[in-house]
């Protein structure tokens, strides 16, 4: 790997993991934008990982069904990547265990609260909980509309706290294609700082006429678009 493709993964890892607005000039850099989406996608797993550790510490020892395997994108691993991805995983994880002592305190202090419900009932509730989730297989098929577009308008309602924003929509998951554009309104404080121009990311729920998920700003979309494209193949095969 060249200096140059160094230079330039490790800016597009470092992105990634701040979640800092990309210049218009990074968004231009085709190869740029390749590094930092597979830097997305791995973090977002990374993240993902650590939540199924942190919520395991803090069950009590009854053993609990396991969790479906993750489904991670078809993506090539580039050195760079693998060796920081490493490091962070070690950093993240030293952490996971200075917090073991208070997990296991947390679970055994909430021991007599949670007496009326067993641990496979909670995990049970806790897994049916996950696949609702936005970006979940469940999720896309019981979907009617999930989409990426820009926002091209934006307006504030007089009186109100909300805000009518036109999108002009560009990816569609699901559907495969749809209407180019659709305005919505929507609190502000579901979109807070939305502004003409910014990137946006949409689910609709079947049978509803509103988005119930918006994610702003390519930092918030680009964790969700890997579990989406993840989670595509499953959802095909679903039934709602």
Partial sequence: MTAENQGRGADALMAAITGEPLSDEARADAAFMAEHDSAA???????????IIGHALAEPPPP????????????????????ALGSLAVAAAGSVLVG??????????????????????????????AGT????????????????????????????????????????????????ELTFDVDQNLVPGLRKGDPVLIGIPQGAREPDFWAVGEGDIAPERAWLTASLPEARELGC
Avoid: N
């Fill in 41 to 51: 996608a791995e973090l977002a797993l990374l993240r993902e990982q650590l939540g």
């Fill in 64 to 83: 609990v069904p396991e969790p479906a395997p993750v489904r991670r994108p078809a993506r090539a691993r580039r050195p760079i990547f693998t060796v």
């Fill in 100 to 129: 073991m002592g208070w997990l296991l305190t947390q679970a055994g202090g909430g021991a007599d609260s949670d007496a009326g419900a067993s641990s496979a009932d909670q995990a049970a509730t806790a897994q049916a909980s």
């Fill in 133 to 180: 989730d936005f970006g979940s297989p469940h999720y896309l098929a019981c979907s009617r509309l999930v989409a990426e577009g820009r926002a091209t308008s934006v307006e504030r309602l007089p009186g109100t706290e909300s805000l009518r924003v036109t999108l002009q929509l560009t990816r569609y998951y699901k559907p495969d294609k749809g209407e180019p």
